[in-house]
Structure formats: C-alpha cells, structure tokens
C-alpha cells in the first residue's frame, strides 16, 4: 500500500480531529514544541510541586537560598580572595565571588538535575504519557525562582557597596541579563539532557557528573576573572561557553569583565549544537529507553 | 440512512520486538574494563563463565507482539483477554505511548487518557487537593478542567474532610480512593484501562467499573485489560483474546471469553480409571465431565445468571441395576451437595450414557467451586468416586438487580417478613 493511500485512508477515517499517529520512527529532530505547550499545565504544577517539596523537606525551606549562596560566598572570599589573594578584577572580593556564584549556581543545579531525568522518572515515565522534555523544562523554570531569591541578595549587596563606594560601574548590559539568563539556562538544558540520555545506557554516569561540575567551575571564569589568565590560557578559557555569559554577568552589574559580543555569539553558536544534540539523543532515547530501564 | 461510526482507532500490523539480556543497565567502569581488556587482547573480565559467546547472548530478542491488527470504532468497549505474558500490557503501553512500535502504525483520532496505575505522579509532601491538580495534569487533564471538576471529584473519593492534608498522612485505602477519583473524572475521547481494579475493595471496584460504562454511555470508547472475566463480560461487548503476542480472537464477548478459557485446556489431561477410587472403576468408565458445554479442566466461567448445566458422559461395561451416578459440588475443601441422575434407583444399561444434572440459576454466589464425579450402587458396598476432577467458577457480576451485597455461598430468595409491632411517635 503506497504510502499516500494510507494517508487517504486515514483522512477518510478519521477526519481531521484531533490525530495521534504511533509509529516505530519519528523525526528525530522534531521538538513537538506545540505538544510541549499543550502541557504547560503540567509544566508548572511540576515546577509548584518541586518548590513545595523541597520547602517542606528542608529544615529552612527557603532560607536555605538565601543561606546557601551567602556562606559560599563567604567562604570563597576568605579563602580565594584572602588568603590565596586571586585577582578580583578590581572589583570588591566578597561582590565578584557573589556575582559568579549566583548565576553559577543556576547552571549546575539545573545541568545536575536535569542529569538525572530518566533515572529519576522512570516510574512515572513508565506508567503515562506526556512530552519528557516538560520535565526538565520544568526544572529550568523552578531553579530560575532560586535563583531570582539569590539574585535579589546580590542586587541588595551591589546596591550597597555601589552607595558605599564608587568601584562599580553598572552599564547597559544589565538589560542582557535575561539573555544571558536563557543562554545559561539553553546550555545547562543542552547538556542535561546529553548526559540523562547517556545514563540510560551508563548508569554509574551520575555519579561522575557531581563531579565534573565541580571540576568544570575551576574551568569556568566563577573564582577568577578571564582577564586574570595568561594570554594564552584566555582563548581556550573562552571557548568554555559559560564563560563569556559569566563574564558579561559581571561587566553588566558590577563593571569589570570581558564582554564581549564576539565571544557571545560564538558561545550561542556552541550552545545551538549543544541543544541540538541533546534534543537529537533524547528524541531517541525517549522513545525506547522504557525497554530498558 | 444512518452514518456508520467513526473509527477511532486503527492498528496496523502491530509488532512489538525486546531485545533479551541486559541492555543499558550497564556502567561505564564496566564498558571501560572491557574495552582494555580487548585492547590488551584479554579475555572478556565480565562474561560469566562457559559463556564465551556472550555477545550472541545479548543480540537475542523475543517478539512481545505479531502482526496485531483491529479497528475499533467510536464508543465501543473493548476488553482485552489473555494470559500472563501474552503480550497485554505491552499493547497497551504502545496504545499509551510509554513504548514506540517496533513495526507497524497506529492511528488514534481524540484524546487518549491512561489508566496503568492509581496515583501515578502523587508527591507525599502535597495536600490531597494539590496531588489532585499534580495527577490530573499528568492524565491529560488542563488544570480549567481540574478547576470544574474538583469538587465532584472530592466528593467521589469522600474525602472532603482530609483533602487539605499532606498525602504522605493517607491511608493506603484514602490514596486509592483519591486517584480513583482524579482517574474516573478523566473524560477523553478514548479511555484505556489495565486491571486498576484489582485495587480496592469489592465495593470500590463496582463503583469504578458503574463509572466506566458511565463514560462509555456517553460515546467514548474504552480499552479494558482483566483477568476478572466477569468484569470484562459486564462491561464489554467484544473482546480480543491475546496470545503470545497474537490476537487470537476478535469478535463477542462470551466468545472471546469461552476462547480464553478453552486455551487452557490443552494441559489437561484425560480421565483415567485411576482418577476413580472404589469397585465399581473398573466397570463404570467416565470419559468426560462438562459445564455449560466446557470441560471442567479448563475450569469454565459461569454467568451466576444461567442455569448451570453438568453433563457427564461415560461407558458401562456391564449392566448394573439400582445405580445411581452423581456429581459433588466442593468449595474450599467443603461438600456443599450432591446431584443425582435420577430420581429414584435405576438400571445403568451396558454401554455409552450421558447423565445430565441441573442446578437453577441464581443459587450459586460468586466464587471458585471444585467437582467431583461417582456412582453409588444400592448395597454400600459397590461404588466408585474420583477425586477432585475439575473445577468452575460462579462470575462475579456488577450489574444492578444482582445482590451484590448478599454474601456467602448461596443466594435464597428473599422470603422474610417484618411485621411492624407498634409504632412510636
């Protein structure tokens, strides 16, 4: 049977209501955005049920974002900026480790989480359908609230040191933050859904990921500015594709940084092939990977 | 002229194909051990021992599904029949889009909502109110409809007291009464259920199938997965009977259901003399015992509203006078009575019977019934009697009119009478 035939067929069947087509292959790089949006619904009742039960589970609830960030910070300020005396770019130590850690901390929690994706869902996964990228969608949204409660200590901070002194030099690219913010977001989404769909074949991966984005934050311009790096260290520094976003961060709120529209874009460019890959590897694990599991 | 109804769904040539061994359970450490291994032209440091082909192993594969085709139209029920393994589960996935196809297309037209589980997505931290939304998103719903529905479903679990408190302080019973509720309030186009019943009480499970052909009176098509034969016979119309990953029927119900059964009869092995204990067995030979025109082996399914029919068939090698033939009626290791031939002693004639014996409809309650066969000559002393050589099972049924509430073995009609003695004001 032609395969136009069948299409007659079917119209004539089924008319033109709402269609559900299950077949072995489907287009592997299709990302049934539309579908997506469908269950925005459920997108952020995920993101409400994520937030309540980790208020409920911590002993702080949400002191906890606000705990987290500043003892980090302390800490990094101490040991880097006091006794290892790391360049701070100029700017005041306890503000650039605060700016790196905040919106670092976005992407390792949302990279980690959505690491973890299909080991940690297979149960619901294996029992109803939905479209699984609402998962880590929905873990992008609830890690952006976090981070908006860091955020606001930081901005209280910088507004702070910005009466008290006259270092800081906020300048237009504050408007970018919400690029920057997608940007950091895309990659971490990218990745996390690379490395869920490898730990469907490699289960001991996760275990390695804690690590690596330990690792990955001494790679990334977080503790120290690019600008502090040799000459020849700063151009593979800024392949990292954090590190630009990083660095354009800081030069926008506190005024010390490379940004640069060059680096940018050639870090979008990364994360396009980034998301592009991921959505490749998970189309094709989601459909499958239930056999397995 | 009266427009035929509209298809809703269309398999086509479904099959469904696993691979066997262990696949992407694997490490990373372990795929690195190997690799080295190879490298260093060792053997293999993970094949078991004597398994040197252990690359062939892990190529084998079995087919879950063959070549499944049918067509379901707009508001029927469709119940879904088979043995443990036959491949049930893993249509229904496929239908629910939890597994793809490994040959084969599916068309669906209108909203498909799936029953697998009750409670799928409920989170212990979140109020009952809150896990309602979370596992109404999770089937399909929108959260408008969650919003319109959500007193009625409240209502239908009876938990209008506790749905303001965390999950994680229910009741197994109150979990399952509340994602019952959240999954009967689901009203797509095209409902799919695997065996959810089989959780609650007697009770809850006819209050959720009432609620099935409730939505099914309303058009919309239902696919239901049981071993509870009386369930899908109540419930649905046609049945499909799967078979090693086969359909093997399409067609009625009571057919689909009688096909099922008979499957199960090809293990059964013949009655011998030596099922029989007594004088009489090498005379009398029972050849076969049948209910309702099923061989009690295959431990036939009785509709508790049909008259129940035993047929017995069988050889004398002699003529015996004042011989009486019966059959026993156990349950649970009890004799509950005894049916003769006839009425009164008589002559059992050299040669090829058939006894038949009678019990009324409606007498007989749900549940699993043992049977054994004999005759009895007049004297005491000649007489034979097998052991127990079959079995059948009295349905439930859900159905009104049906005394559901009457327990215990058997049904009396209701003969009592309550005289009001005096009235007080």
């Not at chain 1, 690379?194 to 804690?210: E, F, Q």
């Not at chain 2, 084998?60 to 393994?85: H, T």
């Not at chain 2, 249509?91 to 040959?103: M, N, Q, V, W, Y």
């Not at chain 2, 035993?310 to 009890?334: C, H, I, P, R």
């Amino acid at each position: 049977m032609s395969n136009e035939s069948t299409e007659q067929l079917h119209e004539e069947l089924f008319g033109h209501d709402h269609i559900t087509v299950i077949e072995p292959h489907g287009n592997l790089f299709e990302l049934k955005l539309r579908e997506l949006w469908g269950y925005k619904d459920l997108i952020l009742l995920f993101v409400r049920r994520d937030f309540v039960a980790e208020y409920k589970q911590t002993i702080l609830g949400p002191a906890w974002h606000i705990i987290q960030p500043l003892m980090i910070t302390i800490m990094f300020t101490i040991v880097f900026g006091n006794i290892a005396k790391l360049s701070t770019d100029g700017l005041p130590p306890f503000l650039f480790y605060m700016s790196g850690t905040v919106i670092w901390t976005y992407f390792a929690n949302v990279f980690t989480e959505i690491s973890g994706t299909f080991t940690k869902n297979a149960g619901i996964f294996g029992k109803v359908y939905f479209p699984r990228l609402a998962i880590p969608v929905s873990v992008m949204i609830s890690k952006l609230i976090a981070f908006a409660i860091q955020f606001g200590i930081f901005l209280a901070f910088g507004a702070y040191y910005l009466m008290t002194t006259n270092v800081l030099v906020p300048n237009g690219w504050i408007l970018f933050t919400p690029l920057l913010l997608l940007m950091m977001g895309s990659l971490a989404l990218g990745g996390g859904i690379i490395i869920s769909s490898l730990t469907t074949r490699y289960r001991d991966l996760m275990v390695l990921i804690g690590f690596g984005v330990q690792l990955l934050m001494y790679a990334t311009p977080v503790i120290y500015p690019l600008s502090s790096l040799p000459e020849k260290w700063q151009f593979w520094a800024a392949l990292n594709p954090i590190a630009p976003i990083i660095e354009a961060f800081r030069y926008a709120y506190l005024g010390a940084g490379t940004a640069s529209w060059e680096m940018l874009s050639t870090s979008g460019a990364t994360i396009l092939a980034i998301l592009l890959l991921g959505t490749l590897m998970f189309n094709r694990v989601e459909r499958t990977f239930m056999d397995t599991v | 002229m009266v427009p035929m109804a509209k298809t809703v769904i269309k398999v086509d040539n479904l099959s469904k194909q696993y691979r066997l061994g262990q696949i992407g359970g694997g490490t990373l450490r372990d795929d690195v051990n190997r690799w080295i291994a190879r490298l260093m032209g060792r053997p293999d440091p993970l094949a078991k021992i004597g398994q040197e082909g252990a690359a062939h192993a892990r190529n084998e594969s079995f087919w879950a599904l063959k070549d499944v085709n049918f067509e379901v139209k707009e508001g029927e029920i469709l119940g879904i029949i088979g043995r443990n393994g036959a491949g049930k589960s893993t249509l229904l996935k496929i239908l629910s889009r939890i597994t793809t196809p490994t040959e084969g297309r599916i068309t669906m037209r209108g909203r498909v909502g799936s029953l697998l589980e009750v409670g799928t997505g409920f989170h212990p931290e979140l109020t009952g109110r809150e896990n309602i939304y979370l596992n109404g998103t999770i089937l399909g719903m929108r959260k408008a409809e969650v919003d319109r529905k959500l007193e009625e479903i409240i209502a239908f679990a009876e938990m209008e007291r506790f749905v303001d408190t965390p999950v994680k302080r229910y009741s197994s019973g109150m979990t399952v009464r509340l994602a019952f509720a959240v999954a009967a309030h689901l009203e797509p186009e095209i409902l799919i259920v695997d065996e959810v019943l089989a959780v609650g009480d007697a009770e809850f499970q006819a209050k959720c199938l009432g609620k099935m052909k409730d939505v099914s009176s309303q058009g919309r098509t239902v696919l239901f997965v049981s071993h509870n034969m009386g369930s899908i016979v109540d419930l649905c119309q046609r049945g499909l009977v799967v078979e090693s990953g086969r359909l093997i029927f399409d067609g009625e119900v009571g057919a689909a259901v009688t096909c099922y059964m008979e499957k199960g009869v090809s293990h059964r092995k013949e009655i011998t003399a030596d099922d029989f204990s007594g004088l009489l067995r090498d005379r009398i030979l029972i050849e076969s015992v049948r209910i309702n025109d099923i061989d009690v082996g295959a431990a036939p399914l009785v509709n508790p509203l049909e008259t129940i029919t035993v047929e017995v068939l069988g050889t004398s090698k002699a003529q015996l006078s004042n011989m009486d033939l019966f059959v026993t009626v156990y349950k649970d290791g009890v004799r509950l009575f005894t049916l003769f031939d006839q009425k009164q002693w008589g002559y059992l004639e050299q040669g090829a019977f058939r006894s038949v014996f009678t019990l009324p409809d409606k007498v007989l309650r749900p549940g699993h019934y043992t049977v054994r066969v004999g005759g009895d000559r007049k004297g005491g002393f000649e007489w034979l009697l097998s052991g127990d050589i079959g079995r059948f099972e009295i349905m439930d049924m859900y159905s009104d009119g049906f005394e559901a509430r009457a327990h215990g073995i058997f049904n009396f009609p209701r003969t009592g009478m309550r005289l009001q003695v005096r009235k007080d004001q």
